[in-house]
């Protein structure tokens, strides 16, 4: 009997963009049954690897085989025909159509010149067996569902077409940790049934959870395939960055000085309700929460972007406006969770991003020098990696991860003493995120004048290894914040969830 | 810096190229287009909309449009002349000028910050509002000139360079050097890029959005004293559609209907092709309506090249 051949095979694949070489020569190869995890840099050429697996782009060079025959296709749909499916971060459904039409969009069973509707439904029923979700009803609405209940269409989709490889673009980006599960267990069964799996995530411990293998991709080379059981975090972010991460948490002790924040009974419209917090220089503290729990309204009511309805926020002592303006003034410092839509000027340039918020420092009665302005940019450009042309450069041209070291840099940039943090390190690579927690670090442990920091954060792990004290908000109530030395995992979920009321 | 210059000087070059090819044409056509008579006439024509494209390119790159300002220029013309006839100096008269368009500004900017309403509709409205209100105070027909009054001919014509283009071209200067140079100009830009942005850094958005408007109502102002110079009478019923004439302009000059992108010099020049193709078609005999035609597919194609351009960059 010959030996089973692996479900896929990347050999050599090449790809160049003009002059710039996207994919040098990479190899890869999935086993029937096999969840591969594929990790690297935004950049690295994950996507532009998977967009030829799909048919989206065409290689330059290289061979690819599905269990065995060769393989090139040259659209999508000739790739799901093989038995390839893509599950993308955003979703390619029609809210308009029914679950069913969805499923079979663009290869409907047809019965002469009409749909054949029993086909159809046939046909979804069988694909949607794989995962009972009440919701997802053959004649229900796609508008109609959730988030995650429409990934689980899409995964019907491909599996109705007879799919054996599904290939997952950050599926969880967007889902809640119950969805996650649900995800999670979904792809341990398919597992079972002999279908393989390519998974690309930004989360590592998704990785361990779910792959036995990994790749790492970085400049568009494979750097290398390592066993999941027995790779560790550090090695993993070494092979994606090609040099040595100690620590992903980098961590001097911190030393706890002058208060600089006292917040009484801050409430907002809705929420946060009655929140009281005190903030020393040199601490880090964390704030843990389900999205929705009011963890980004407290900070936005704190900085002044949403209306305050009560209780008060003393900076140094000094009970001041509650406006952006106002608090980047007394030092305070904001990062929006939401990059695209609140934190940056995308076709503004990099240099004007940075210093938008103290422009007075470039130029005397009210004129500018964009060459100072661009001076001090390089500076942040080459502390933070940022990865561009020149500071004058738009910054909706870089990737995510260097955005967001854009945005963080304006509040290094404006000098700030008290940074507020919602969700820095959130869809950015893993290499982006040790950069952000390294300088995190140097803020909070500079010698002549340590900065205190709050940050948000979905993401347990990063809270754990970044501060010194975690609260939890839950129904807009926040905790009072506890050592984290004194707190598990486990002890911030429970309150997060309204499970416990308070920490121990 | 180098990347951005190169960038700006290629958004400029695109509509000096077309401004260049499109005289190089009609004047293949008519060799009367190179005479300096011919070129005085396209640099006066452009005066009127060009100094307003030059308030509407602030407006525009802060991501708001002003569809009243041909009303506004209609209604300045009308105001100027009416106090021509008061015998008032020129200065006083260019200043109350400047000040009442700058008035129509306020209100425009005032109406869409305090009410959060689209500047759209608000100056779809105001458009109206203003150009009856020239009609109302003027019964309609037009204020004309003493026949004694000579001062104002120089603004837009006699002999020479009139006075009205050199002033277009300080304030292409000027205003060119406020958007780059001033914490204002990067401000109007943060505002249009993205206001969340610019909330969020500190910047005071509504004054931002106030004092643009008032800026353009006040080089509206300016235009309506140009208006009134050349016809030696505020006719309340001139400038319609101009507008349009106007936003046209400084699309073709690069900037992004979005927000966030713009500029003054490219403004002008995409006020001076608009003029260069109608000089063109009156010289060689082509139709008026043909004319339309020809104008609204430079505006097409503008839009179009504009589109590939940052799909490219």
């Not at chain 1, 003009?18 to 994950?46: M, Q």
């Not at chain 2, 910047?203 to 030696?232: D, E, F, H, P, Q």
């Amino acid at each position: 009997m010959p030996p089973i051949p692996p479900r896929l095979v990347m050999r050599g694949i090449r790809k160049t963009f003009g002059s710039t070489i996207a994919l040098g020569r990479v190899d890869l190869e999935v086993l029937p049954g096999e969840v591969h995890a594929l990790v690297g840099e935004n950049g690295a050429g994950k996507s532009t690897l998977m967009k030829i697996l799909s048919g989206a782009h065409l290689p330059d060079g290289g061979e690819m085989e599905v269990d065995g025959k060769p393989y090139r296709p040259h659209n999508p749909l000739d790739a799901r025909a093989a038995g390839v499916g893509m599950i993308y971060q955003e979703l390619s459904i029609a809210p308009h159509l029914t679950v069913e039409e969805n499923i079979v969009l663009g290869m409907e069973p047809m019965k002469g010149l009409f749909v054949d509707r029993k086909a159809m439904r046939a046909r979804t029923l069988e694909a949607l067996a794989h995962f009972d979700h009440p919701d997802i009803r053959p004649e229900t609405l796609a508008g109609n569902l959730s988030v995650s209940a429409l990934q689980l269409v899409e995964i019907g989709r491909s599996l109705a077409m007879g799919c054996k490889l599904l290939v997952f673009d950050e599926p969880t980006s967007s889902l809640a940790q119950k969805d996650i599960e649900r995800l999670f267990t979904l792809i341990d069964r398919l597992k079972a049934q002999g279908i393989s799996i390519i998974y690309i995530s930004h989360f590592l411990e998704e990785v361990k959870r779910l792959a036995s293998r990994l790749t790492v991709l970085r400049d568009g080379s494979v750097i290398g395939t390592r066993d999941v059981s027995t790779v560790t975090p550090e090695e993993v972010v070494a092979l994606m960055v090609g040099r040595d991460v100690k620590d992903l948490y980098p961590r001097t002790a911190h030393q706890p000085g002058e208060k600089l924040l006292e917040i009484r009974s801050l409430s907002g419209r809705k929420k946060p309700i009655e929140v009281n917090l005190d903030l020393h220089r040199g601490e880090v503290v964390g704030i843990a929460g389900l999205v929705g729990s009011g963890r980004t309204e407290f900070l936005r009511a704190l900085f002044g972007l949403d209306p305050m309805s009560g209780g008060e926020a003393l900076v140094r002592g000094k009970n001041g406006a509650a406006n952006p303006r106002m608090r980047w003034q007394e030092g305070l410092g904001f990062l929006s969770e939401n990059r695209k839509e609140e934190g940056l000027a995308l076709n503004l340039s990099i240099a004007d991003n940075i210093t938008l918020t103290c422009l007075e420092r470039f130029g005397k009665a009210g004129t500018l020098s964009p060459r100072k302005q661009n001076a001090a940019t390089a500076v942040w450009i080459e502390r933070l990696g940022i990865k561009c042309q020149d500071p004058s450069q738009s910054v909706g041209a870089l990737s995510g991860g260097n955005q967001q070291k854009t945005a963080f840099a304006r509040l290094l940039e404006h000098d700030v003493d008290v940074l507020l943090l919602d969700e820095p390190t959130r869809g950015i690579d893993i290499a982006a995120k040790a950069r952000i927690y390294e300088a995190i670090n140097e803020v909070v442990t500079d010698s002549i004048r340590p900065r205190a920091v709050i940050i948000i954060s979905s993401y347990l792990p990063e809270l754990f290894g970044v501060c010194d004290r975690i609260a939890v908000m839950s129904l807009g109530k926040l905790t009072r914040a506890v050592p984290v030395e004194k707190l598990t995992p486990h002890d911030v979920m429970l309150v997060a969830t309204g499970k416990a009321a308070d920490l121990p | 810096m180098t990347a951005l210059r190169l960038k700006s000087a290629l958004t400029l070059l695109g509509p000096f190229i077309a401004l260049l090819v499109v005289y190089g044409i009609f004047g293949m056509m008519n060799s009367k287009m190179f005479t300096e008579d011919v070129m005085l006439n396209i640099l006066t024509q452009t005066v009127i909309v060009g100094t307003a494209a030059i308030g509407m390119t602030l407006i525009i790159i802060a991501g708001g449009i002003d569809l009243s300002v041909g009303s506004i220029i209609a209604l300045c013309g009308v105001v100027a002349a009416t106090l021509v006839t008061w015998h008032l100096s020129a200065p006083v008269i260019f200043i109350a000028t400047i000040a009442f368009g700058a008035l129509c500004g306020l209100i425009n900017g005032g109406l869409t910050v305090g009410l959060r309403l689209l500047p759209f509709i608000i100056t779809l409205g105001t458009m109206q509002v203003f150009r009856g209100a020239g009609k109302v105070a003027t019964n309609g027909s037009p204020v004309n000139l003493p026949f004694d009054v000579t001062a104002y001919k120089p603004w837009m014509g006699g002999a020479g360079i009139p006075l009205g283009v050199w002033l277009m071209i300080v304030l292409v200067v000027l205003f060119g050097l406020l958007l780059r140079y001033t914490r204002f100009g990067r401000h109007i830009f943060a505002v249009g890029s993205n206001e969340n942005t610019a909330t969020l850094c500190g910047v005071n958005v509504g004054k931002v959005k106030l004092l643009v408007y008032t800026i353009s109502g006040a080089l509206a102002g300016l235009a309506g004293m140009m208006i009134m110079s050349k016809s030696s009478q505020g006719d309340p019923t001139t400038a319609m559609g101009m507008e349009l004439d106007i936003i046209a302009a400084v699309v073709i000059g690069g900037a992004s209907l979005s927000g966030g992108e713009g500029t003054v010099l490219g403004a002008v020049i995409g006020a001076l092709l608009m003029t260069t193709i109608r000089t063109g078609c009156v010289l060689n005999g082509i139709p008026t309506p043909w004319t339309e035609v020809i104008s609204g597919a430079i505006i097409v194609i503008a839009v179009i090249i504009d589109r590939l351009r940052h799909r490219k960059a």
